[in-house]
């Protein structure tokens, strides 16, 4: 219904002056204002003509540029006349067309111009209300020009730009709806947009029907796991007191652990380590807070004073880099006197470690007593030495929509006589930092009003991030809680230096737990104290966090005595004290409670103790008036409904907060009849007496009346082709509800969270894709990855233009403090992403793919609205009347804006929705729902259906067609009769690397796939892990919702769900996968789809891969006929796999890779480690390969006691594998052994998923990428090589890996680089005398620590040298964008070392160097089934080692000679000497009752051991042995080294400690071992009698 114009720039302008435009459309002209420039003008005006009755098709936009002059007349310098036929069907334009002169000759003058056409359809609900965002310098689109008018007069000028930015102002308010104040208006209006372009990016869609879901959105409450927590107490120092006997408390939830005591000193030595274990969920472990307190003994044992506590949460630690902190120092404060400072200080190491997370190595930092302790501190980065104390301020105003609940036995029995009471008492405990505070109680209301204020005494910045507030029933025997809420303060501060401290509110939590209102039988009763993810609204509290810092002593105290006047002692007021809410609060009186406790408060004025105070009630209104929200939600399809809904009827409710919650879902009548059905079900998954759901809060009757939250009930039929699953049948007929609900709108928080949320998903998106090109070796990474890259920082360049001018209604400190945040942060992002694009090369995808990865982790952090003041919309799926599964949704995701950007990502969408059971933790899919949801204030309802499908009627309850939009509330039910049918083809080619089954180590899979309402299986192939299965299902005459347009990019997602065949019971689940289908519209042409990888999961665990592919083709019904596929699809008509009549395809040619012969050689090495088989030893074992059905069988090793090897060393076969190498099958190598009768056992197997690594380089990569890597190295070899050995470590330079040095020979390099006339030392020389081996040792060690210190400097230089440019703004990234060059400078050359250094590594060498696989590969061998148990131990199931090695090429370049076995040695029986130097151990876990261990070390291989148990040591965790032992050992049998560490017992066996195992024989055999070669640095005069001395302590050089 209006043609709007926005005329960006003219450029290509002759000479200097002042230029306007003139734009005339159905004689109305509307004119720029003038700008003087030269060769370029930028207007960025935005015209709009408005306009009713006939279209627009054959007429003409006319623009005309003139040169003002203020004495002559203007001149023309160019017309340019559009056709607007074009406009009409395309709907935007976006052009830069050439001027032309009087005579109709093109200048070089150039506009662009960005055009858009709404048609006038009669109604008011099309205006594309993006329109009114667009950025305004000037109001003349407000104002329709006359021509006959010309110029205003000059003296009126003033007055007019004065009206015209109120206009402005009055047009944005009305287009957002929103109110705002003057002065943030005129602020906008005087914004420079800095000449930012960003229209020349295309955004890519953010996806919701085909977003994939990944693993840990399935779990309806998280997985418990295991954690250690590690602290090793080591020392005191400068404890204040005088003769005291201290000892050291270490806590850490619940449990306590005590060091030994320590008489008459002030710094006293314990190097005491304890642990502590812990099974359940992350988020429960990292609210535990762990405590350090040092105490003074007195005569009574673990009776003390306490000199000082140090407190930090166990996330904290976590987020440390390497979970850890070591060897800082706590600061050790006295909580009862903040004004005494510091009382001492403790060194500790403090390590958290999850089950699987790799350790990593230990810094070493000097143990001297010079240490400079100020600069070791235990806290986390940015964290300043100095924290001052601070008051943390919760106020706590009023609750509401509480549930009513009868907390025990009085509460059931009044039920049972028909009392409907309110049982409720509320009040809240608040828990922070470990302490704890209460607010009174409300007696029996739902609706409290406590109007306190609980203060804490606690450093600043606190070292625990998270605040819980509780909000529990007061009862007589146990209090119950209702709801749990934790607020991360990370969320609601910034501790940059141009940060904001804690703040928050007021405003409204909302409250969520279990659905049960009873107290007994409520099985769900632990997400009410937080354990979970909350599936029921359960009310909102009012409340707000202030913090106070006190800036020195002397103010702390004058404020707590301040403080100490009108408040409630935590004392004084007690929780249980009640209070009626007709009975006032006595001011007066509490006054003087403050008072008469003043006194004693006196005394200790600083001391740390919990206060609670009133406050004055919050004005009315003070949060803006409630506003009416329409929550609508259409049910497009209910799928993969589980078999045991089928024969009950089902329904589904949609609630958000208390609005469109049933009464009484289960009535006394259903109660009765359950008796007989529990038998029925196996599991009841929610407690039939479910009765919570009581007296939803309603403004109005009326608006109750209107709620319609509850779809018709309907039968469960079977999905078509395959009964395993039940769907809804919803083909004619979707069901609608909806919800009028009233809130506060605060919507605008939300709209900005959205914008974010969105740069964060587009960003993902292209990260996935990323990822998937990386595993073909020839698909363009790089290039998509700058196109991500691009998008990404062009996102955020719009955000910064944006979000300035967004108006707030009624924004709190938060919202201003958080608007400046988040600004500042797109902007440092958007410049990260300029960086990672500016170094972006073929040969770094991978690293800046994490590197990115970091940036989208901080963006979504970024996204969560700390304030989300609008609840989370619940949907229910009713069985029988009963809860059985729920989906939770934020209520941002489908929030209305007129921007674009603003709008929820699933706002007005058809997307994808799985439903969870309450309480399980198995990740299995429930049901899959499809649901079009719009939630939005009533004045933009008329929204909530524009973006349905066209050809859908509009039903009401009556089943009446009506219109759009009626009075009386949108339709119940969507109906339509005409469909667009698909085809979609599923070619699953195989999987790889999927989880065993059965015992014997293998799998019977098969595929069930399932889309929309059909479900088809492939055919089971029995006794593999890499099924081939090469099948074509076909899904014919689909019936797809949605618009036909968006299909393309809002495709819905196919499941892949893996099974293993049983006999003899139900399969047994593998492994679930999602993917998109690639779309074909009737009018466009048929491209064939290329394979893809898509990854299984069970759980959260990876369970292999799947290549495959799946197409949507439309099919063509314009005939007479059924509907068919499109002639240009090929093949219209698929082949038949195998026999036609068991109705199987074949994946067609050209998606089907093209296969080609390759020669796999078989290099046979040798058996290790066999365990028994069915309590028999291995004696005669024998391998078999196994690839694209073809085997090779190796000689069997007859005696594999004496000689595990084989004799015959190479094998060949040819086998049809794909041209492209990534698309090669697995190979698969069981060991079997052939026992009496002829039977065959399995001993193991294994599967080589990867085969490409066993391919020559040509035939991964192209050709090109060759010189490019040799150019890299060769370039970088001179400051690799001329460096002594220990300088990868300590050189400032670039780094290095191991491998450049046994690469890089020594011959090639200038011997002149070693030999130097002066050398210039770092540091003094020391004397020869004192140098030896453990010199060089600890230099080493010194070098590696410093090295990775200076490295987190850079970094965290790097990023302050980001965060301090004071104001930034858009133009910043204008900036970065145009400083492309690169500056490096010269590496500096490095000094010569006072010791020649070694190389030390910080993991072990088989990380650092590929195992040593570079010829001879080790494949473990499994048997057994996978485990259940994530955390399952793979030991279990290993049986063994298998070495060989295998290559791959193609047949035609076989020659006589096998390619696989050039270069290898004789596989014959061999003798070695190893010697083991055992240097330290570190972090030992305790083994004796004192927290201690007696720690030794003892060598095996084979049969022979050696021991250092006469030489244990005592009571140490971290031993430093200096040992070495020599042993003699025979290749193959003797293959295998452990070094196992032992407690030393007096009485009894000893007890292992732990252990590790390496393998000397590829250590041997490897060309990485150590060889001769020249040291780059020398030191000489060392002892020849060290030399040759056993004892290696006294081993040197």
Same mark, same amino acid.
Request: charged share 30%; hydrophobic share 35%.
């Given at each position: ?22 734009? +005339? ?17 930028? =207007? ?9 009755? *006939? ?790 995808? #991978? ?131 005409? =469909? ?79 099974? +293993? ?34 990854? =299984? ?12 592919? =799946? ?81 090779? @069988? ?16 190479? #094998? ?100 002149? *680089? ?56 858009? +133009? ?70 298998? *070495? ?78 200096? @040992? ?74």
């Amino acid at each position: 219904m209006a043609l709007s114009v926005r005329l960006r720039r003219l450029c290509g302008l002759p000479g200097r002056g002042e230029r306007q435009a003139q734009l +005339s459309f159905r004689g109305f002209t509307q004119k720029t204002r003038k700008v003087r420039c030269g060769p370029e003008a930028v =207007f960025e005006e935005l015209f709009r003509w408005p306009h009713y009755g *006939k279209l627009i098709m054959g007429e003409m936009l006319s623009i005309k540029v003139y040169n003002c002059s203020k004495v002559f007349s203007n001149r023309l310098l160019g017309t340019l006349v559009l056709s607007l036929q074009h406009l009409v069907t395309a709907g935007r334009l976006i052009l830069r067309e050439s001027l032309v002169d009087r005579n109709h000759r093109i200048t070089g003058i150039y506009i662009e111009l960005d055009l858009r056409y709404q048609p006038p359809n009669g109604s008011a609900g099309t205006w594309v209300e993006e329109d009114f965002v667009y950025q305004m310098k000037d109001s003349s689109e407000l104002i329709i020009r006359n021509p006959g008018f010309e110029q205003l007069e000059a003296a009126e000028g003033p007055r007019v730009s004065e009206l015209d930015r109120k206009a402005a102002a009055l047009g944005r308010k009305l287009a957002k709806g929103l109110e705002t104040d003057e002065e943030e208006e005129e602020e906008e209006d005087l914004y420079d947009e800095s000449e930012i372009e960003v229209s020349g990016i295309i955004f890519s869609p953010v996806k919701s029907r085909s977003r994939l879901c990944s693993a840990r959105d399935l779990f309806a409450i998280p997985t418990p796991q295991s954690f250690q927590v590690g602290i090793n107490i080591i020392e005191a120092q400068k404890l204040v007191g005088v003769n005291i006997n201290p000892f050291i408390v270490v806590k850490v939830g619940e449990e306590k652990r005590y060091t030994a005591t320590q008489k008459s000193t002030n710094c006293p030595f314990y190097n005491e380590y304890f642990l502590f274990e812990f099974h359940e969920p992350r988020d429960i472990l990292f609210h535990r807070l762990i405590e350090i307190s040092v105490f003074h003994s007195k005569k009574i044992p673990f009776l003390g004073t306490c000199i000082g506590t140090f407190k930090m949460d166990v996330e904290t630690v976590y987020s440390q880099p390497d979970h850890r902190f070591f060897q800082k120092w706590a600061v050790v404060s006295d909580p009862t006197d903040t004004r005494a400072g510091v009382k001492g200080f403790v060194k500790c190491s403090i390590s958290v470690s999850a089950r699987g997370d790799v350790v990593g190595f230990l810094p070493t930092s000097s143990s001297s007593r010079d240490e400079d302790i100020e600069r070791n501190l235990l806290l986390p980065k940015r964290v300043p030495a100095e924290r001052p104390w601070a008051r943390v301020s919760i106020k706590l105003y009023r609750a509401e929509g509480l549930p009513s609940m009868s907390a025990g036995i009085m509460g059931g029995f009044s039920k049972i006589i028909g009392e409907r009471k309110v049982f409720i008492d509320p009040y809240v405990q608040v828990s922070f930092c470990g302490q704890q505070g209460e607010t009174s109680v409300e007696t029996s209301t739902t609706e409290p009003e406590w109007n306190e204020q609980i203060s804490f005494i606690e450093m600043f910045p606190p070292l625990s991030r998270k605040i819980k507030v509780q909000v529990l029933d007061d009862a007589n025997v146990g209090d119950v809680a209702i709801a749990t809420h934790y607020i991360d303060l990370q969320e609601i501060s910034d501790p940059d230096r141009n940060g904001f401290n804690p703040t928050f509110g007021p405003a409204w939590v909302n409250l969520y737990g279990s659905p049960q209102n009873s107290a007994l039988r409520d099985i769900h009763r632990d997400l009410n104290e937080g354990r979970g993810e909350g599936i029921f609204y359960r009310g909102r509290v009012l409340m707000a966090i202030a913090v106070e810092i006190f800036s020195s002593p002397s103010v702390a105290e004058r404020k707590l005595r301040d403080r100490t006047r009108g408040t409630l002692s935590k004392l004084k007021l007690k929780k249980k004290s009640k209070k009626s809410k007709e009975k006032a609060k006595d001011p007066s009186q509490l006054q003087g409670e403050g008072e008469a406790g003043s006194s004693q408060e006196a005394e200790q004025p600083g001391e740390v103790i919990v206060e609670v105070e009133e406050l004055h009630p919050l004005p009315e209104n003070v949060l803006g008036k409630k506003e009416e929200f329409l929550l609508f939600a259409a049910f497009f399809e209910a799928t993969m409904m589980d078999s045991s809904l089928s024969s009950k009827p089902v329904s589904f409710e949609i609630s958000i907060g208390n609005y469109g919650k049933s009464e009484e879902v289960v009535t006394k009548g259903w109660q009765k009849a359950e008796k007989g059905e529990v038998k029925e079900e196996k599991k009841p998954l929610l407690d039939a007496g479910s009765d919570g759901e009581l007296d939803a809060e309603v403004p109005s009757p009326a608006s109750a009346a209107r709620n319609k939250s509850v779809t018709k009930s309907q039968r469960p039929e079977p999905m078509e082709c395959d009964r395993s699953y039940s769907c809804l049948p919803m083909v004619h007929e979707k069901p609608c509800v909806y919800v009028w609900s009233y809130w506060e709108d605060h919507a605008w928080r939300l709209c900005i969270s959205n914008w974010i949320v969105k740069l964060a998903e587009r960003l993902e998106q292209g990260l996935d894709d990323v990822e998937k090109l990386l595993r073909r070796p020839k698909a363009k990474a790089e290039e998509r990855l700058r196109e991500v890259l691009e998008e990404f920082v062009a996102g955020c360049r719009q955000y910064s233009l944006g979000a300035e001018r967004k108006t707030m209604a009624h924004p709190n400190n938060l919202d201003r403090c958080r608007m400046k945040y988040l600004m500042r942060n797109i902007i440092l992002s958007a410049k990260q992403g300029l960086r990672v694009r500016r170094r972006l090369s073929r040969d770094n995808v #991978k690293d800046k793919v994490k590197e990115t990865r970091r940036v989208l982790a901080k963006l979504r952090s970024m996204a969560k609205e700390p304030q989300c003041t609008l609840p989370d919309v619940l949907i229910w799926m009713l069985s029988n009347n009963r809860r059985v599964a729920y989906a939770r949704i934020p209520a941002q995701n489908i929030l209305y804006s007129v921007v674009e950007e603003e709008k929820g990502k699933d706002c007005a969408k058809i997307q994808t929705v799985f439903m969870k059971v309450p309480g399980l933790h198995t990740g299995e899919i429930f049901a899959k729902l499809e649901i079009y949801m719009w939630l939005g204030v009533t004045k933009y309802a008329k929204n909530c259906l524009a973006e349905l499908p066209e050809e859908f009627k509009y039903l009401s309850e009556s089943g009446e067609e009506i219109g759009q939009l009626p009075a009386h509330g949108p339709p119940s039910r969507l109906s339509r009769d005409d =469909f667009s049918y698909f085809q979609l083809r599923a070619h699953l080619y195989q999987a790889r690397g999927i989880l065993p089954a059965d015992d014997n180590g293998l799998s019977d899979p098969f595929a069930r796939v399932v889309f929309s309402t059909h479900c088809q299986t492939t055919r089971v192939l029995e006794e593999t892990l890499s099924p081939m299965w090469n099948e074509l299902l076909l899904f014919d005459q689909l019936i797809i919702d949605g618009k036909k347009e968006e299909l393309k990019t809002e495709t819905p997602i196919i499941i892949i769900n893996l099974f +293993s065949h049983n006999k003899f019971g139900s399969p047994e689940f593998l492994g679930q996968a999602f993917a998109v289908p690639q779309v074909k519209l009737v009018d466009e042409p048929y491209t064939k789809p290329a394979l893809q990888f898509f990854d =299984f999961y069970r759980g959260t665990r990876a369970a292999g891969e799947l290549i495959a592919t =799946f197409e949507l083709i439309e099919l063509d019904y314009s005939g007479y006929l059924e509907p068919s596929v499109s002639e240009d699809v090929e093949p219209k008509e698929p082949d038949f796999l195998g026999d036609p009549r068991a109705g199987r395809f074949i994946i067609p040619e050209g998606v089907r890779p093209v296969l080609k012969e390759f020669r796999i050689e078989i290099l046979f090495w040798g058996l290790r480690d066999l365990k028994r088989v069915n309590l028999f030893e291995v004696v005669e074992p024998q391998v078999i390969i196994e690839c694209a059905g073809k085997k090779v @069988e190796s000689e069997v090793i007859v005696t594999y006691k004496e000689n595990p090897n084989f004799t015959e060393l190479v #094998k060949y076969m040819d086998v049809e594998l794909p041209e492209q190498v990534y698309l090669h099958p697995p190979l698969s190598i069981f060991v079997v052994e052939k026992r009496a009768f002829g039977r065959t056992v399995l001993v193991g197997s294994h599967v080589v998923s990867d085969v490409m690594k066993f391919s020559p380089r040509e035939l991964e990569e192209e050709p090109e990428d060759v010189p490019r890597a040799q150019k890299v190295s060769s370039h970088r070899l001179p400051s690799q090589t001329v460096v002594n050995i220990g300088t990868a470590a300590g050189d400032p330079g670039p780094s290095t890996h191991p491998l450049s040095l046994v690469k890089a020979p020594l011959k090639k390099i200038p011997i002149n *680089k070693f030999v130097k006339k002066e050398n210039e030392y770092e540091e003094e020389k020391p004397e020869v005398e004192e140098l030896d081996w453990w010199s060089k040792y600890y230099a080493s060690l010194k070098e590696l620590y410093n090295q990775t210190y200076s490295d987190e400097e850079d970094a965290e230089n790097d990023d302050l040298n980001d965060a301090d440019g004071g104001n930034l703004n858009a +133009s910043c990234i204008d900036m970065e964008a145009e400083d492309e060059a690169v500056i490096e400078a010269e590496p500096a050359q490095p000094k010569r070392k006072l010791i020649a250094t070694l190389q030390i590594y910080k993991s072990e060498l088989e990380n650092e160097f590929g195992n040593f696989e570079d010829w001879l590969c080790i494949f473990p061998l499994h048997r057994g089934k996978a485990n259940e148990d994530e955390d399952g131990n793979e030991d279990e199931h290993f049986v063994g080692k298998y *070495k060989g090695s295998f290559y791959v090429y193609p047949s035609k370049e076989a020659g006589t000679e096998p390619k696989v076995s050039r270069g290898v040695p004789r596989n014959r029986p061999i003798k070695v000497l190893v010697r083991v130097y055992i240097v330290k151990a570190t972090n030992l876990s305790p083994a004796d009752p004192n927290g201690k261990a007696d720690p030794y070390v003892v060598v095996t291989v084979g049969q022979e051991q050696k021991d250092t148990k006469e030489r244990y040591i005592p009571k140490q965790l971290n031993p430093v042995f200096g @040992e070495v032992v020599e042993l003699t050992v025979s290749f193959p049998m003797e293959s295998e080294l452990t070094v196992a560490i032992f407690d030393h017992d007096l009485v009894g066996s000893d007890d292992l400690i732990g252990e590790t195992k390496i393998d000397l024989e590829n250590r041997f055999y490897s060309k990485h071992r150590a060889n001769c070669g020249v040291a780059a640095q020398y030191d000489v005069g060392l002892c020849e009698e060290q030399e040759r001395s056993g004892r290696w302590e006294l081993v040197s050089g």
